[in-house]
């Protein structure tokens, strides 16, 4: 019975961070909005002619502005980047192997970044071209994305740019994937970090996509065997979203003469880069060494 119950708790050891990562965003952002509504409330207070019913609405609409929800997205942020960077390093010290890993040289860091740009431009395409198929499916989605103000100020370029993949890689592919790995083949922690990845995002359309690019940056972490190369595809997945969101209008990606040498170029890219990628991640192996403080 306990050998039992010792087993299924290693295989639900992977969740535990994603429950963690929840507790963060619901407690931290009740705790940030409390104090920003307490002190907002005493600042406009202090104001004379400002009635009770004039102090709440403009506290209401603050915590509504885009700018306000990146800022508080940033703030947790950082929070998740302390606790599963510490939560990682811990996991490192009770390692009796590492993974010998290919070399993270400068033109496989270009290689990546180009990886992420192909990805985007081809998710760009696929989704503008269901959301006009399929526009009720796409009703949450862009409420989300004009809640965040996606594309639009310096902390949509903070938040979804930098620091939302440093955390989003630490959760998933930092402590996830790390006890992932301990209980099943990279093949299957990839997947399960993937599926983890998009319920994180808790909305239908991110998380089918994010599933999809997850096993991409599980491919990264597995071939070099750090963090780095993961949080270097995420940030330029995200930042290509942001930049090209200027310049590749509906009207673009829907015009077969523009958008589907696009959408067949990214898609080459994608598979030749991901061929590639793959057939370094087979000389990946293990050895028995004492931990080091290696990146991550």
Known sequence: MDINMKKAGKYLAPVLPLLMAFVIQILGGIWVG??????????????DGLDMETVQEAITNDL??????????????????????IWLKKLKRQEETIEQANSLSVQRVLLIIVLGLCLQIGLSAIL?????????????????????GMGTSFFSFLYVGIIGPIAEELIC???????????????????????????????????????????????????FN?????????????LSGIFLGYFLSDKVL?????????????????????????????????????????EY
Not at 132 to 146: A, D, S, T
Not at 226 to 238: D, G, W
């Open 34 to 47: 409390l104090i920003y509504a307490v002190v907002k409330g005493v600042q406009l207070a202090s104001q």
């Open 64 to 85: 509504q502005n885009p700018e306000f929800l990146l800022l508080l997205s940033a703030v947790l942020g950082v929070i998740d980047i302390i606790v599963f960077g």
């Open 128 to 148: 503008t071209l269901i959301s006009h198929l399929r526009p009720e499916w796409f009703e949450e989605y862009g409420k989300l994305m004009e809640q965040l």
């Open 173 to 223: 592919r930092g402590v996830i994937m790390k006890k992932a790995r301990r209980v099943m083949p990279f093949f299957a922690a990839n997947i399960l970090q993937a599926l983890l990845f998009g319920i994180y995002h808790m909305n239908m359309v991110q998380g089918l996509y994010a599933f999809a690019i997850g096993l991409c940056f599980g491919l990264m972490r597995y071939t």
């Open 226 to 238: 750090t963090l780095a190369a993961p949080i270097a595809l995420h940030m330029s997945v995200n």
């Open 254 to 294: 829907l015009n077969p003469v523009t958008g589907v040498p696009l959408f067949a170029l990214s898609a080459a890219g994608i598979i030749l880069i991901l061929i590639h990628f793959i057939k370094l991640s087979k000389k990946v192996g293990l050895e028995e060494v004492p931990y080091t403080y290696d």
